[in-house]
């Protein structure tokens, strides 16, 4: 027959054993859980970094376009109005030494 003491002993060290496994499998699920958190943290910031830097190269190219390509500053589809085109009319001079503004007036209404 087992004693009081030793049969006491046997259920610590079982407990304990028990317990070690345990806690090693919690600290393992722990682990695991935090090393993918910390995995999509860090793709998502690459994510981010990768469409700022996309940004950044579409706005490069956007200016370099721009520099390439003639200003154009009208950008809608009607033809200037009478009064804006002999504005942009340069004058020249009459037999007189008068300035003269040569100018097509188009009546569009």
Not at 21 to 43: F, L, Y
Not at 59 to 79: C, G, K, L, W, Y
Not at 81 to 109: C, F, H, L, N
């Amino acid at each position: 027959m087992i004693s009081k003491f030793e049969s006491n002993k046997d259920l610590i060290q079982e407990l304990t054993s028990s317990g070690a496994r345990h806690v090693g499998a919690i600290a393992s699920i722990i682990t695991g859980t935090v090393a993918e958190v910390t995995k999509e943290i860090g793709d998502w910031i690459t994510d981010a970094i990768e469409m700022r830097e996309a940004a950044a190269a579409a706005a490069q190219d956007a200016r370099a376009n721009r520099a390439d390509s003639p200003v154009d500053d009208d950008f809608d589809d009607e033809p200037e109005s009478p009064v804006a085109q002999a504005d942009t009319v340069k004058p020249t001079p009459s037999a007189a030494g008068d300035p003269v503004i040569e100018a097509e007036i188009v009546d569009r209404y």
